[in-house]
């Protein structure tokens, strides 16, 4: 019930309006959000490498009203990508929603945006990972990745949410060509007749998505890059220590070495994780997310941890 509330406020407009105005709120959003300029997400890519670990960088946006909104979103973009390309040196890579770019208003404005942006990043070196958002925007999603492939473009995965009951078809198919695969559990509000509705089931499920794609990472030999801006087959993007463990015990079982799978978590989340990860010498992935459009992004992680609330709640009474 909690967890549908937050999910229908990060939709609500007069809720961002309100809650955007509350000196507190970006108090508390700024756990989970880099920042807003750019300059400051490059400066925690900083950070985190030097703590050993990689990134990804996401500036946030979604659901644009207009085609002029949904180009400056992709050029916006363009400026992530250049900027890593000057620091050859950053191990990171970008995320980006398709919502962001168009996909709400017009596929082949979005197509034509996505194809912009995939270009951009080879140019740059690096890797493009399309988030998966909304039932909605599942099919089309990976519609469009495959367009993508189709057109030549090697520098781009995607990802698949263990809650659909359709995510093991999606994994098999998008396995057959060697996708990079981001597998998170899923942070929407799905009807029963498309997710799994008990956390049981997810979780499963979760596992079993994960076995399959460290075999498919095993048969393929794939492994994290040199540069560690490409990543191997599974990213196991979790805070779960379960799913976390499952992942670690069957890829020793089956021999996958450790740079032929990543974890990847959230920034400002599980910091402890984070490192005790590095330390067993597993790759790990943060996900940097930064930009004034920070709303929905920081109503799904009150979503997902009630932990979370009660940080909101408590900055709150701070003042």
């Given at each position: 019930?909690?967890?549908?509330?937050?999910?229908?406020?990060?939709?609500?407009?007069?809720?961002?309006?309100?809650?955007?105005?509350?000196?507190?709120?970006?108090?508390?959003?700024?756990?989970?959000?880099?920042?807003?300029?750019?300059?400051?997400?490059?400066?925690?890519?900083?950070?985190?490498?030097?703590?050993?670990?990689?990134?990804?960088?996401?500036?946030?946006?979604?659901?644009?009203?207009?085609?002029?909104?949904?180009?400056?979103?992709?050029?916006?973009?363009?400026?992530?990508?250049?900027?890593?390309?000057?620091?050859?040196?950053?191990?990171?890579?970008?995320?980006?929603?398709?919502?962001?770019?168009?996909?709400?208003?017009?596929?082949?404005?979005?197509?034509?945006?996505?194809?912009?942006?995939?270009?951009?990043?080879?140019?740059?070196?690096?890797?493009?990972?399309?988030?998966?958002?909304?039932?909605?925007?599942?099919?089309?999603?990976i519609n469009l990745y495959y367009m993508?492939?189709?057109?030549?473009?090697?520098?781009?995965?995607?990802?698949?949410?263990?809650?659909?009951?359709?995510?093991?078809?999606?994994?098999?198919?998008?396995?057959?060509?060697?996708?990079?695969?981001?597998?998170?559990?899923?942070?929407?509000?799905?009807?029963?007749?498309?997710?799994?509705?008990?956390?049981?089931?997810?979780?499963?499920?979760?596992?079993?998505?994960?076995?399959?794609?460290?075999?498919?990472?095993?048969?393929?030999?794939?492994?994290?890059?040199?540069?560690?801006?490409?990543?191997?087959?599974?990213?196991?993007?979790?805070?779960?220590?379960?799913?976390?463990?499952?992942?670690?015990?069957?890829?020793?079982?089956v021999g996958l070495p450790k740079d032929?799978?990543?974890?990847?978590?959230?920034?400002?989340?599980?910091?402890?994780?984070?490192?005790?990860?590095v330390n067993e010498g597993y790759p790990?992935?943060?996900?940097?997310?930064?930009?004034?459009?920070?709303?929905?992004?920081?109503?799904?992680?009150?979503?997902?941890?009630?932990?979370?609330?009660?940080?909101?709640?408590?900055?709150?009474?701070?003042?």
């Amino acid at each position: 019930m909690l967890r549908s509330f937050f999910i229908y406020l990060s939709k609500a407009a007069w809720a961002q309006n309100l809650v955007i105005s509350w000196s507190f709120a970006w108090r508390t959003a700024s756990r989970f959000i880099a920042g807003t300029k750019l300059e400051d997400a490059l400066r925690v890519v900083r950070e985190v490498n030097a703590r050993g670990m990689n990134a990804t960088l996401d500036h946030l946006g979604e659901h644009t009203n207009t085609p002029e909104e949904a180009q400056q979103a992709a050029d916006d973009i363009f400026m992530s990508l250049d900027a890593l390309g000057a620091d050859p040196t950053a191990r990171a890579n970008i995320s980006i929603k398709l919502t962001q770019i168009g996909l709400g208003l017009d596929e082949n404005l979005c197509a034509q945006n996505l194809e912009r942006i995939v270009a951009r990043a080879k140019k740059n070196n690096t890797f493009v990972r399309v988030d998966i958002e909304d039932t909605p925007y599942t099919e089309k999603t990976i519609n469009l990745y495959y367009m993508m492939r189709e057109k030549g473009y090697a520098n781009i995965g995607t990802a698949v949410q263990s809650y659909l009951y359709r995510a093991e078809a999606d994994l098999v198919r998008l396995l057959q060509d060697k996708t990079p695969i981001r597998l998170v559990k899923g942070a929407y509000d799905e009807p029963a007749d498309k997710a799994f509705p008990k956390k049981a089931d997810v979780d499963a499920n979760y596992d079993l998505l994960t076995k399959i794609m460290i075999d498919a990472s095993l048969a393929n030999q794939t492994k994290l890059s040199s540069d560690c801006r490409f990543p191997p087959i599974p990213a196991i993007a979790s805070h779960d220590e379960k799913r976390i463990a499952f992942a670690k015990q069957y890829a020793e079982k089956v021999g996958l070495p450790k740079d032929g799978m990543e974890f990847q978590m959230l920034y400002g989340i599980r910091r402890d994780l984070q490192e005790q990860l590095v330390n067993e010498g597993y790759p790990v992935r943060v996900y940097v997310p930064f930009g004034t459009h920070w709303y929905p992004y920081f109503m799904r992680r009150l979503a997902e941890r009630p932990a979370n609330i009660w940080f909101f709640i408590s900055n709150f009474f701070k003042g």
